[in-house]
């Protein structure tokens, strides 16, 4: 099997309907369901995905993060760590593919990780998995998603051109790719010693070129430090037109910087408080709204425009003890998951945040909203993940277990639409259908279409 990325300074070879470069799926869409097969009621459990601890042990594992392939909701990858350890330094642990066409539901087709902290990516196309391993040799390990579902590890040299040292990669937090595949982004750690939770992270930004075969060097065109950075990663996520970058640490604060050069936009916020935070950008805009979740239950959304920002949203999720564990975005961007501490999901739509329902870790067969189980649980939703169909929502725990749930159906012509469409015409060659092209940026999830959605009725 051929990859579809390989990172290098050349020029593009494939251009979307502004003329910019993707690395898109050459495959058609796959829904979890098949073609004429019923759909279980709301709030079915799908699938009980189990995890266990090294060669079959009884250790318990934390499914810290989980993502459907990209144009695949019957793949699921996710990414176990050993739970009742202090992780904020330490994210041993294990990445799985799985084939959920499959009648199994467990399996240990594994491969080790080792990460401070793992961040969930896939390339543009689904083919290249991110957030594997590195080497501390001036090499770090990807894996390729393969067709039959598994994952081969591959090493990539990476050739900083003397900017920086090349051990610095040995502290490799996370890789992060842009979604018009273009670029990559790595955050290194490089601090020597942890002083009062104070770390120094190294960004590097590496350019993207498309080939057969991943074994050219990375060439790094800029590299930034921050070392007013505290406590550690919690997320890295690219723009939806790949323009910026944002970052967050597990002491609040949160950068925006500009994908071209790494130029710093925006010190959101600086402050350091003992108070987790992960971000990431609104779907339905290309880069001017960032959504920021913080571990106290306060969601905070970001409006940014000329280099300036502005708290447009501000709400209190949960309140008391309970705590917001993981968050995110349905790629339509009209709902949003919420995972807690307390062992539930709460899904909101995102004009005005209002709960539609909650979902109990705790499983009911055919739970319905009004019957979910009030009952305590010290399971914690460490992610959440939502299928490209909308309809699927996979939710890993501090079990071991991920949970795949079916949601209510979304009922709207365009979206049903576009999921046939997907169906037929990979993403590859969309732009190439005589269709108007915010017709063919809804059809990518773009977020062109977002404030155009009328002109394609």
């Known amino acids: 099997m051929s990859l579809g990325m390989g990172l290098d300074s050349s020029k593009p070879n494939q251009s979307d309907i502004h003329g910019t470069q993707l690395a898109l799926c050459t495959t058609t869409y796959r829904s979890f369901h098949l073609k004429g097969e019923p759909v279980p009621p709301p709030f079915t459990v799908l699938?009980?995905?189990?995890?266990?601890?090294?060669?079959?042990?009884?250790?318990?594992?934390?499914?810290?993060?989980?993502?459907?392939?990209?144009?695949?909701?019957?793949?699921?990858?996710?990414?176990?760590?050993?739970a009742g350890l202090d992780l904020r330094h330490f994210r041993a642990g294990f990445v799985q593919c799985w084939d959920l066409d499959s009648l199994e539901e467990t399996h240990d087709n594994s491969l080790?990780?080792?990460?401070?902290?793992?961040?969930?990516?896939?390339?543009?196309?689904?083919?290249?998995?991110?957030?594997?391993?590195?080497?501390?040799?001036?090499?770090?390990?990807?894996?390729?998603?393969?067709?039959?579902?598994?994952?081969e590890p591959f090493t990539i040299d990476?050739?900083?051109?003397?900017?920086?040292?090349?051990?610095?990669?040995?502290?490799?937090?996370?890789?992060?790719?842009?979604?018009?595949?273009?670029?990559?982004?790595?955050?290194?750690?490089?601090?020597?010693?942890?002083?009062?939770?104070?770390?120094?992270n190294e960004?590097?930004?590496?350019?993207?070129?498309?080939?057969?075969?991943?074994?050219?060097?990375?060439?790094?065109?800029?590299?930034v430090v921050f070392p007013g950075f505290s406590g550690h990663l919690i997320s890295c996520v690219f723009s939806p037109d790949s323009s910026l970058v944002a970052f967050s640490s597990s002491l609040s604060q949160?950068?925006?910087?500009?994908?071209?050069?790494?130029?710093?936009?925006?010190?959101?916020?600086?402050?350091?408080a003992r108070n987790a935070c992960s971000c990431s950008f609104v779907p339905c805009f290309p880069f001017q709204k960032l959504a920021?979740?913080?571990?106290?239950?306060?969601?905070?959304?970001?409006?940014?425009?000329?280099?300036?920002?502005?708290?447009?949203t501000e709400t209190k999720i949960v309140t008391g003890s309970t705590k917001l564990t993981a968050f995110s975005y349905s790629a339509d961007g009209a709902l949003l998951a919420f995972g807690t501490s307390q062992g539930k999901v709460i899904?909101?739509?995102?004009?005005?945040?209002?709960?539609?329902?909650?979902?109990?870790?705790?499983?009911?067969?055919?739970?319905?909203?009004?019957?979910?189980?009030?009952?305590?649980?010290?399971?914690?939703?460490?992610?959440?993940?939502?299928?490209?169909?909308?309809?699927?929502?996979?939710?890993?725990q501090s079990d071991g277990l991920?949970?795949?749930?079916?949601?209510?159906?979304?009922?709207?012509?365009?979206?049903?639409?576009?999921?046939?469409?997907?169906?037929?015409?990979?993403?590859?060659?969309?732009?190439?259908?005589?269709?108007?092209?915010?017709?063919k940026a809804y059809l990518l999830f773009s977020p062109l279409a977002s404030t155009r959605v009328n002109e394609c009725s």
């Open 402 to 439: 991920v949970r795949i749930w079916q949601l209510p159906l979304k009922f709207e012509l365009q979206h049903l639409c576009r999921l046939v469409i997907n169906g037929l015409v990979p993403p590859a060659q969309v732009t190439h259908l005589p269709l108007p092209r915010n017709l």
């Open 292 to 312: 920021a979740c913080y571990e106290d239950g306060v969601f905070q959304i970001w409006y940014i425009q000329d280099g300036n920002t502005k708290c447009v």
């Open 254 to 272: 949160l950068y925006v910087l500009k994908s071209e050069n790494l130029e710093l936009l925006s010190a959101i916020r600086t402050d350091v």
């Open 347 to 396: 899904v909101t739509e995102t004009e005005l945040l209002q709960t539609l329902y909650e979902i109990s870790s705790i499983h009911v067969p055919d739970a319905r909203l009004d019957s979910v189980s009030n009952e305590s649980s010290t399971t914690i939703v460490c992610s959440v993940a939502f299928a490209r169909s909308c309809n699927e929502l996979a939710i890993g």
């Open 112 to 151: 080790f990780t080792y990460s401070p902290r793992p961040v969930c990516n896939f390339s543009p196309n689904g083919e290249i998995l991110s957030f594997i391993l590195n080497t501390g040799h001036g090499q770090i390990i990807l894996a390729e998603h393969t067709d039959d579902c598994t994952l």
């Open 203 to 223: 960004i590097c930004l590496w350019q993207v070129k498309s080939k057969k075969k991943l074994k050219s060097s990375w060439r790094v065109s800029c590299e």
């Open 47 to 82: 699938k009980e995905l189990k995890h266990s601890g090294p060669l079959g042990t009884d250790q318990m594992m934390k499914v810290t993060a989980c993502a459907f392939s990209p144009n695949d909701d019957t793949s699921l990858l996710s990414l176990t760590t050993f």
């Open 158 to 200: 990476c050739d900083t051109g003397g900017y920086g040292d090349r051990s610095l990669l040995s502290r490799a937090l996370c890789c992060v790719f842009s979604p018009d595949g273009r670029k990559a982004v790595t955050v290194s750690n490089v601090t020597l010693e942890s002083h009062r939770g104070t770390e120094t």
